[in-house]
Each structure stands twice: as C-alpha cells, then as structure tokens.
C-alpha cells in the first residue's frame, strides 16, 4: 500500500487551504481506532475531514460521512470536547519538508490559535496530537512513553517536541544540474535507490514515476545514464520542485495508485496520452474540479478506504472461514460419537431376547458355564448367549435386561442430541456457503457483508464479542441485484440476515422466493408488479443464480424451489437463515449459467 509522502501531504493541505478555510468545526467523530473525521462547515459547504494515523494509510484527506453508529472512543471524545465550534483557521507545515500539518482553531476567524492539532504523517510512526495555547499536550491519538522511545516520548501534559529532523540535504531549485548530477552519481548506484538517498522529501512512487516519466528505469545504474538522460531527469526534478513552490498540483487516478503531478497517467504510453519526455500541463493552483475530475481528497480517500477495505475483509474472511471450519470439525466429531452410541443402543432389543431366552431354558443351565447355545424362538437357530460364571442363570439374565434397559435409556437421550449437533452443522454449513460466495472483495458491500456474518455469528454465541462496535444495529448492506431477461429485479440475500430480510420483511404477495433443494443455499426473491407473470426465461434465469449462490456452485445441475413467500415459514427458535416451506415448485438450476451473470454484472469473473 502506497504512503503519502510530502509531495501528497502538501498537495492535500493546499487544497484544504483552498476551499475549507476558514470552516466551523461542527462534530468529530472516530471512525475506526486509527482515524477520526471533523465535520466542517464553511458560508458554501459543509464536508467531512478523514485525519488517520494509520501505520499503512495515514492520511489527511475528505472523506465521505462517516456510519450512524455510536462513537464510544475516548480520543473523539476529548477532541469533541475541546474542539466543538470552534474555527479551523490554518493549516501550516511546522517546519520545511516535514511530514507535519499543524491544523490551528481559533474562537473565530481573524484571532489567535488557541488550539493546535498536529497531524504527523510518518508511515508506522504517524500520529494525531492536540496541544493547547501553551503547546502542552492534551491529548493524542497513540501516547508514547518513556520506555517506548527514549528521543520522542508523547505524553499528555509535556510539550510538544517536533520530530527529528532528517538528515539528508534539501532539495532546490537553484541547484544547478552539475551539482544535482554529482551528489546522485557519487556513488554508484541503482538510479531509483540513489535518488532517495541523495535528498529529502522522496518517496519511492514519486521517484519510480519521475524516472518512468523521463523514460529511465528504477533499477539502472546511474554510470549507464547518458548525458541525455540526466538532463531529461532533471527537468522532472525540477517539475516536481515547481509543483510543491507553487502549489501547482494534477491529481489523477493510475493503474497503480494515484499521482498529484500528473505523472504516471501518459508515461511512455502505459496509460495512454503523451510522450516520455511530455509532461502535462498542471492545473491552476488547487481548482475545484468539475464533477467528472478528481480532487486530491477524493483521489486519497477513493485509494485508502478501498486498500483498507481489501485487507480488513481479507483477514476478516480468513478469521471466520478458520473459526466455521474449528466448529464444524468439532461437531462432525460430537456427531460421530452420538452415532456410535445409537448403534450401540441397535442390540438393545438383542439383549432383551437372549435374556427371554435364558428365563425360557434355565434348566439347560450348568454351573461354570461361560456361554450357552439355545434355539431361537422364531428361527429355531441355536443362538450363543455369553454369560458370566460366576452369576446363576436368573442373574446373568437380569443382567441382560440392565443392559437392554440402559441402551433404550441412551437411545433417548442421544436422539435429540444427535438432531440438535446435525441441525447446528446445517446451519454452520449455510454460514460456511456464505463465506465461500465471497471469495473476493469487489466492492464495499462484501465486506459489510462478511461483517454482518461476523455479528451474526456473534449473536448466536460461536464468536466473542470484539472490542471495536458492533455493526447489528445498522441498516442491512445492499443485495446482490440483478435483472432477468423480462426486465424484472431479482435480489439475492449476502448472509442470514439478509436473507431473513428478503423472505419476511421485502417479500410482497406477487413476489417468487426461491432456494435451491436441501442444500445450503442464498434466498433470493424475484421481484414481481402485481399482475405480472414471469416467462420461463425469468424463471430459469433466477434459478441459474440461485445453484451459483448456493453450497452445490460446482455441480453440473441443482435442484431448485420456488413458492409464494406466504409459504415460507421461520420455526420458532430457529437460527438466523433457516426456513420451511410448501407448495414449491421445482426447477434445474445451472450454477455455470449463474456464474456467467455474475461475471456479467462485475464486467468479468475474477474472484467469483
């Protein structure tokens, strides 16, 4: 993941200075345990202001408006207390080529700071700090102590200290390219490596697309470069320097990330547009952009939440798939024992005959005896009944019905038991399904889906309720949606929830529910006006998808229900997810078919 360096910092905060100052700080609210929002209000606009101290993403960016859901972090908390309605009045770097923006409040426009909330944009060690009036420390997103860091401890009630500052020299504009060429080519050197070594204010993307944009590669060294090529260098360095002295900046998306100069969008025609040696021409300083451009917050906060998202739901999805797979091999174990016991319980009835057997023939009975052969009473076969010697006839059969009383008794108690482990093993199997469909992150949907599995699993008691918040009380994420071939919406539940949604809340009397047969499946739900009646093209579309959502995805043909919601029933007590129904239809569902849509829907089946 990519890290915002200083040219992207500086690009950020002249655009905020730009549009959002001077702004009435409204709100603050703490979105995750590593970034707030501040809402803003300025005479024409109000917007939201992401400042994260995230060790892979810190940022300081626009940001969308955060999830209605209650903020219980001490760190907003305080900043809400001392922030609230007050005046963003500046946002100044508390020293050249520092990685820190120092975001001022004042009682309102026009007077002096009273408040300083420094954002410090350093990889791992990023940071978001309040301090007051006197520059004493009030509070901070990650508090530092001594036995933590002997240079900068970061505590509340000391004085807040600027970071070290780096060593290497300065980058200018009026050095010339002689003296620029010599201090990179000192030491010979990959090119790429060379640059970031030689001077501050660096970071590796920005160097890869300065040098991809002069047509050089990265990883040349720097005795093969011609004269040609330094001075083709050189006038993107000096690009570069005029972008950050003007504050003249080009955010644009790339295959890779996003660029604020503008490299990395035409370079030597991997994306298209000019030339290697044509730099587009950079915007005026910081214009609002027309609604199909991208401003730098936009381009930083489209980049991290979608990182952010991928990773969060990579590891969530790893977590739940483990924690499902632990369960389910433990109650196929619990299972099996519960099986062994009712086959034993199987010679029970056997028991109970050889002891009417011995009770019928108790003169053929000897002392000593440890076995006796005696003719069925049915077959007339000779039928070998084991026997204790020490015991008479009358007591090995007692025995015999002690055994046959204690198995019956076992058969009793291990039945419901064994349908309660088989029944918790189906419904653990559907959540497994669930899992299973989102193989991939695509869009902000499947990781709120894969959260809502997360609560869901909560609420039934196979998860420890985590530190962060719960999400049970916010509104459902969108289904998957699709349209059949006569136009009508056909909409497929991502987890339980979901699909309780769609069979007993959304579910109209015109509307077809479907499922696939005895098989942990999605529920999904065509859509129907009243009066309308689908054609058989619909029908087999909404099968099609429902064997592609369902645990048989990889089979040839599936067995697909369909009936009237009204026939769908929750018994009650019953897990999330778990239905009965009647009166169904069936259809052959093709999950390959299914396949084809969904990679219709995402524009190709990666990660289906």
């Known amino acids: ?192 490596r060379q640059l970031l070594k030689s001077y501050r204010g660096l970071s590796s993307s920005l160097v890869e697309s300065m040098l991809r944009s002069a047509g050089l590669d990265p990883q040349q060294p720097t005795d093969t470069l011609s004269d040609g090529d330094w001075h083709r260098l050189f006038l993107r360095w000096l690009e570069w320097l005029e972008a950050l002295e003007k504050e003249q900046f080009q955010p644009m998306p790339t295959e890779d990330g996003y660029t604020v100069i503008g490299w990395g969008a035409g370079v030597a025609g991997e994306l298209g547009g000019s030339g290697a040696g044509e730099m587009p021409m950079p915007h005026a300083r910081c214009p609002m952009p027309d609604a199909h451009a991208a401003t730098v917050g936009e381009l930083l906060n489209r980049y991290y939440t979608e990182r952010l998202n991928r990773q969060e739901f990579q590891q969530l999805r790893h977590m739940l798939s483990q924690k499902i797979n632990s369960l389910l091999g433990k109650l196929q174990v619990k299972a099996g024992t519960f099986q062994e016991r009712l086959q034993q319980s199987d010679q029970a009835d056997r028991h109970r005959q050889q ?95 894969l959260e809502e599995i997360r609560d869901e699993l909560i609420g039934q008691g196979y998860l420890e309720n985590p530190e962060y918040r719960s999400h049970t009380e916010a509104p459902a994420t969108d289904f998957y949606r699709y349209k059949t071939p006569s136009g009508f919406e056909l909409l497929v539940g991502r987890n339980n929830r979901q699909n309780d949604i769609l069979s007993f809340r959304m579910a109209g009397d015109y509307d077809l529910w479907f499922h696939t047969q005895e098989i942990a499946g999605s529920h999904v739900l065509l859509r129907l006006p009243a009066g309308a009646a689908p054609e058989k093209a619909d029908l087999q579309f909404a099968a099609d998808l429902t064997a592609h959502y369902s645990r048989a995805r990889e089979a040839a043909q599936v067995p697909v229900v369909y009936t009237e919601p009204k026939y769908v029933y929750k018994p009650k007590g019953e897990k999330p997810g778990m239905v009965v129904y009647k009166h169904e239809r069936i259809l052959w569902g093709r999950p390959q078919e299914g396949r084809g849509y969904v990679a219709q829907r995402y524009g190709s089946d990666k990660d289906l």
Not at 393 to 404: D, E, G, K, P
Request: charged share 25%; proline share 7%.
């Open 1 to 192: 993941m990519r890290t915002v360096d200083f040219t992207t910092l500086t690009a950020a905060c002249s655009e905020l200075r730009a549009f959002w100052l001077p702004a009435r700080l409204e709100q603050v609210y703490q979105r995750d345990r590593h970034t707030i929002a501040l809402a803003l209000r300025t005479l024409d606009r109000r917007g939201w202001l992401d400042i994260s101290w995230h060790p892979q993403a810190a940022r300081l960016c626009t940001g969308s408006p955060p999830p209605r859901t209650p903020d219980t972090f001490t760190f907003s908390q305080q900043l809400r207390h001392q922030l609230a309605g007050l005046a963003l009045v500046a946002i100044k770097a508390i020293a050249p080529w520092e990685r820190v923006a120092d975001l001022q409040f004042a009682r309102r426009p026009g007077e002096e700071a009273i408040w300083h909330l420094y954002v410090e944009i350093m990889g791992k060690y990023s940071n978001v700090i309040l301090a007051n009036q006197d520059n004493l420390i009030v509070t901070a997103g990650h508090q530092v102590s001594d036995r933590q860091s002997r240079v900068r401890p970061i505590q509340t009630g000391q004085p807040y200290e600027v970071p070290p500052a780096l060593l290497e020299p300065i980058p200018s504009s009026s050095e010339s390219l002689d003296r620029w060429r010599e201090r990179v080519s000192l030491i010979p050197g990959h090119l790429g």
């Open 355 to 449: 002891a009417d057997l011995l009770m019928a023939n108790l003169q053929a009975w000897q002392p000593g005896m440890k076995s006796i052969g005696l003719p069925d009473f049915e077959t007339g076969e000779p039928v070998v009944i084991a026997l204790e010697p020490e015991k008479n006839a009358v007591q090995n059969a007692q025995a015999l019905y002690r055994r046959h009383q204690k198995l019956k008794r076992a058969r009793a108690a291990v039945e419901p038991l064994l349908a309660e482990v088989r029944q918790e093993i189906e419904y653990l199997e559907l959540v497994e399904m669930e899992i299973g469909q989102l193989e991939g992150y695509r869009e902000p949907a499947d990781l709120k889906a």
